[in-house]
């Protein structure tokens, strides 16, 4: 008898079974994580904490606006207006209609579709850069289903590519370097006859060698967006469940974080779930280690509880061929994932860290800014219906020089700092009634607080030490009385604005007996298809702890009154369901891709001004095959590179009985990849 969930057709939320099982260990069949009831909490404290911040958050936005120009990170320090988030911003009257698209958005939009393969614009074509299995170490075999092991696999890409992070290689011409997260492994699409019961240990080994993160070198192609890998580069490398990791900041070698294993509390082997991610201004890139929860067995305290973790033996059943997958017998191990995990990719030999100033807790992401005198601000998303948005602000400022001893200094900015979560209070509560009608002032907006959860060795949270704030971070934010939302995934702020966009996937439990009604920030009850917030901080100092925010969009199809497009003509938009990562182009667009869209069409990849007339303007760049979902978008300026993560995992799929052909067509493994899309004529993408 196998004793797996079902695999039912109609999951809550209405993704495969498959899916369910595989990336986020059957989350919806189980209690939400969130019970709390943080509202009076959270009024006494946030009331204390931020009459004041509010206001001051308010006027600051006001500020920074007149202010007009200020430095932001990542743009070469490039001068850049502000726009004022309260009006002046949406022209969108008659008269100043283009018939091609704002800049960087001048394509066809593709249509929805199910087509079995990646769908892109009239006049783009597309190359496969690197499939799970293609070998990118020295010494790595060619992908072989039939003859896999675990030390082939852990030279070769990952399986399930997410995040995607491309850097300048400037001392080699026409290569850059591409990291890539590999969130999760499908075994059923991995291995023939797979048997759930008992997975072999070789199996489960490679697993461990699927997970985790490539490092890779790509060539690009001179007059087109083509890029191709370079295998066997010095550089390249592969990060694994079995990879040394460091334990850094304040929490490193708490009690909390010891293990048998490891007495100090300092060292981890492995990364899990790595989802999204971001790139920093130094030169690393951020990986946020989300669903951890699924990999652990047997946990029994009210923290694991907290974080989802189940009481019985998990899906894959790791914990039968390494003890520390169950907590019975190492019920510290699971505090030691969850966290953000930095990586520098120009070296090789770096051993990478989890960052415990920037809290543990399922992070989809993690995009830095600066403050115009250099301290990081890190945005970040717990990605679970009801959990909370969180910033970090670092104590010490990036050094911008290239020297070994700037580069080992801006390698300490994750590790001193405060840890704030976010408390949105709308400012039409009387008329957010759960439908998405939208309010009498016209839009769904209002003020922020950011409360301090720590700051280095200081808790700020009554009842919570320090380490406990850090390892414990929910909870924290459950004190403390935070926003909850629907599902906080990847954000980005506008290099060009400095406004931050924060995809909120969706959260068919909104509204539910027992659960938290729909607010202004989450204003539609049994929320299927998401939105994306909009929030202004201080342009030049957004370390600060106010806030302005507004809803951007509220997705879903045009057609339903429940949607919103920034004021745009819902006539001229595409449809877009479940936004998770976000980007910009280098003309100030945010480029949104999807996962688990719920409009019968396959997920995409998605284009939209944030500014001028054709603010809210919405158009659809791709689509993916089966079963798959969109991620890591990158946008550059001849090329837009994807992940398609997940293709063929639809209900009943098998190695024997694929549901998608991609990318290598029928009676060829169903693999992972990413794959970059360019302009056939060489132009610019969308100009
Ligand atoms: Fe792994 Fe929240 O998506
Ligand atoms: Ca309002
Ligand atoms: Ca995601
Ligand atoms: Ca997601």
């Not at 007009?68 to 008659?94: E, I, M, Q, R, Y």
């Not at 017998?329 to 505090?335: D, F, G, R, V």
């Amino acid at each position: 008898m196998r004793k797996l969930l079902p695999l039912l057709n109609s999951h809550p939320g209405g993704r495969s079974a498959m899916t369910c099982r595989f990336r986020c260990g059957d989350a919806c069949f189980h209690e939400t994580p969130n019970t709390s009831d943080n509202e009076y909490v959270g009024d006494v404290i946030a009331t204390a904490l931020s009459r004041r911040s509010i206001m001051r958050g308010a006027a600051v936005v006001t500020v920074a606006a007149a202010a007009g120009t200020a430095f932001v990170a990542g743009s070469g320090n490039t001068p850049a207006s502000a726009t004022p988030l309260v009006g002046g911003d949406k022209g969108h009257g008659k008269g100043g209609k283009k018939p091609d698209g704002a800049r960087g958005l001048r394509f066809a939009p593709v249509a929805p579709n199910t087509a079995d393969k990646v769908t892109v614009p009239d006049g783009y074509t597309q190359n496969i850069v690197v499939r799970w299995g293609d070998p990118i170490l020295r010494g790595a075999p060619e992908f072989n289903p039939n003859k896999q092991t675990a030390k082939a696999q852990a030279g070769q890409f990952g399986y399930n590519n997410d995040f995607l992070s491309l850097l300048p290689l400037k001392s080699e011409r026409g290569k850059q370097l591409l990291v890539a997260n590999h969130e999760y492994t499908d075994e059923i699409l991995m291995f023939k006859d797979y048997d759930a019961d008992n997975p072999t240990r070789e199996q489960v080994e490679i697993a461990w060698a699927a997970h985790g993160l490539s490092v890779v070198v790509v060539d690009e192609q001179p007059r087109s967006g083509k890029l191709t890998i370079v295998p066997r580069h010095e550089l390249n490398r592969r990060i694994t469940v079995k990879t040394e990791f460091r334990l850094t900041g304040p929490a490193a070698g708490s009690e909390l974080l010891r293990t048998s294993v490891d007495r100090s509390g300092k060292k981890v082997y492995g990364t899990l779930n790595n989802c999204a991610g971001g790139t920093t201004p130094w030169g690393t890139i951020l990986s946020g280690e989300e669903n951890f929860n699924q990999y652990f067995a047997n946990g029994s305290s009210d923290t694991d509880k907290r974080y989802g973790i189940g009481t019985a033996a998990t899906e894959r059943k790791w914990e039968q061929f390494d003890k520390r997958f169950d907590l019975k017998q190492e019920p510290n191990e699971a505090h030691r994932f969850g966290w953000v995990v930095e990586l520098d990719p120009y070296d090789p030999d770096f051993t990478p860290r989890k960052r415990t100033a920037l809290g543990r807790f399922k992070h989809e992401a993690a995009q830095p800014r600066l403050t115009s005198d250099g301290r990081a601000v890190v945005y970040m998303g717990d990605d679970e219906k009801f959990d909370y948005f969180y910033k970090f602000v670092s104590s010490k400022s990036m050094k911008k020089g290239n020297s070994r001893a700037d580069r080992d200094h801006n390698l300490t900015l994750l590790d001193e700092g405060t840890l704030y979560v976010a408390k949105l209070t709308g400012d039409s509560p009387q008329d957010v009634d759960g439908t998405g009608k939208l309010p009498k002032d016209g839009e769904f907006d209002g003020s922020g607080v950011w409360i301090p959860l720590a700051t280095g060795d200081v808790s700020h949270v009554p009842g919570m030490t320090a380490d406990e704030v850090y390892v414990f971070t929910r909870l924290a934010g459950d004190k403390v009385g935070a926003t909850k939302m629907d599902r906080p995934e990847d954000v980005e702020p506008s290099p060009r604005t400095g406004r931050v966009y924060v995809a909120l996937t969706n959260n068919t439990d909104r509204g539910a007996a027992g659960k938290a009604a729909a607010d202004e920030a989450n204003p539609r009850n049994a929320n299927k298809h998401g939105h994306i917030l909009e929030l202004a901080e201080n342009w030049d100092d957004p370390a600060g702890d106010g806030f302005a925010w507004r809803l951007f969009l509220v997705a879903g199809d045009p057609k339903d009154p429940a949607t919103y497009f920034a004021g745009y003509p819902k006539e001229k938009v595409s449809q877009i369901s479940c936004p998770d990562n976000v980007a910009f182009d280098p003309h100030g667009n945010l480029w949104i891709s999807t996962d688990g869209a719920q409009l019968g069409s396959h997920d995409g990849l998605f284009g939209v001004a944030t500014q001028g007339e054709r603010r809210g303007e919405l158009k659809q760049f791709l689509t993916v095959p089966n079963g798959a979902e969109t991620c890591g978008p990158i946008i550059q300026d001849r090329r837009v590179l994807v992940a398609v993560q997940h293709p063929g995992e639809l209900d009943g799929a098998t190695v024997d009985n694929p549901l998608s052909a991609w990318p290598d067509g029928r009676g060829k493994m169903v693999r992972p990849a990413v794959v970059a899309v360019w302009r056939k004529d060489g132009d610019d993408i969308g100009v």
